[in-house]
């Protein structure tokens, strides 16, 4: 039987991928309390990674779609914290957007409400969250974005 949010995700066309392994010496995610603190998902898709520098190799689009990715990759960690129920969501509390960019690219909030915009599509008012957008002169692997978040969940 699935729930009301990945029946939500089929709605929209979307399929989450496996949630992302750690890169590094660090988790996927801690929880503290109610609170679910998910470490940076990079843009990744079908075809790998997203690379580039927005404002130079990349338009605001593609790096929509590229936070987009992220966002993905931030659901399905948030399933696994949920033990796959992610109706346990009651709020999508912050996320921070870092963006590849050149020094005079300022859409960084454009391209980060991919991911932004997803939240909401998904998880309706409680996919509404604080936010931060930040340019970034180089990511790991040479991505476009990552971005991290933090739930509240039951």
């Not at 309706?124 to 936010?131: I, L």
């Amino acid at each position: 039987m699935t729930n009301s949010i990945e029946q939500r995700l089929a709605e929209l066309g979307l399929s989450l991928p496996d949630a992302p392994a750690p890169a590094a010496n660090y988790v996927p995610f801690v929880q503290s309390g109610s609170l679910v603190f998910i470490s940076g998902q990079i843009s990744s898709g079908p075809d790998g990674l997203i690379c580039g520098k927005l404002g130079a190799d990349l338009g605001v689009d593609e790096g929509v779609g590229a936070a987009r990715a992220c966002g993905l990759a931030l659901i399905a960690q948030l399933r696994t914290a949920c033990a796959g129920d992610l109706t346990r969501l009651r709020r999508v509390v912050k996320l921070t957007g870092f963006v590849n960019c050149a020094p005079d690219f300022t859409d960084q909030p454009k391209v980060v409400n991919g991911a932004s915009d997803l939240m909401v599509a998904v998880f309706g008012e409680a996919g509404r969250h604080a936010r931060a957008a930040v340019g970034a002169p180089s990511l790991p692997l040479g991505v476009a974005v990552e971005i991290e978040g933090i739930f509240e969940i039951a």
